[in-house]
């Protein structure tokens, strides 16, 4: 009889502690999948990299029972540099192409406890590492040169990498890239002489592979 009483007490012991931990898991700590991206290499403009992006995930990691969830809906998602790398509220993120460098891309969260056995209302936050490599400049140059004339304006490169107010300007660019150069006069524009293609301001150079100069006159 003693026996079958105290079989009944353990039973009975082993069924509160379960309905306890039941209720009560508790969220201890964050994790981001992946915890470093790279984005860019150092032969390509930055300016290429924009729109290259990654899913992360945010993993909850759960005591009592332990447990590892995900949970990327449930985070709040942010970029220590926007304008380098920024992240949405579904965990992408996606290079800027206006800026080369490291940043740290964070997930919070707030937990709340489920019964007076659980902690108090705890924030949780986990970091990941986003690069963008910087262009090393390698590459074949392309020249700018303001031609002389009454006239003055500025000259722009699509990739980024020339930004040409007066003679001489040059950048260089991963061999092979198609160059478009914009011309913004102050007053009069003339004209282009050197470019594969002209359309009004607009120059471009097509499969760069060796160094060229191009003529601007305003």
Avoid at 143 to 159: C, Y
Wanted: hydrophobic letters at 40%; charged letters at 5%.
């Amino acid at each position: 009889m003693v026996r079958n009483w105290l079989l009944v007490i353990l039973v009975c012991a082993v069924a509160a502690l379960v309905l306890s931990c039941g209720h009560g898991q508790i969220l201890t700590s964050i994790t981001i999948d992946p915890a470093t991206e790279t984005f860019g290499a150092s032969n390509i403009p930055v300016a290429a990299d924009a729109g290259l992006s990654v899913q992360l995930r945010a993993l909850g990691n759960y005591d009592y029972p332990p447990a590892t969830k995900d949970i990327t809906n449930q985070v709040t998602w942010a970029s220590n540099t926007p304008q380098m790398v920024t992240v949405n509220q579904t965990g992408l993120i996606t290079a800027t192409g206006l800026e080369c460098g490291g940043t740290l891309v964070s997930a919070t969260v707030t937990t709340s406890s489920s019964n007076n056995t659980s902690p108090p209302r705890t924030i949780l936050t986990a970091t990941m590492t986003a690069n963008v490599v910087c262009f090393s400049g390698t590459g074949p140059t392309l020249t700018v040169e303001f031609a002389p004339a009454t006239g003055t304006g500025t000259v722009t490169s699509s990739p980024a990498g020339l930004a040409c107010t007066g003679n001489p300007c040059a950048a260089s660019f991963p061999t092979g890239t198609n160059v478009v150069l914009t011309a913004a006069p102050n007053s009069v524009f003339v004209g282009w002489l050197g470019c594969d293609i002209t359309s009004g301001e607009v120059c471009t150079v097509l499969n760069l592979t060796n160094s060229r100069t191009v003529t601007v006159t305003f």
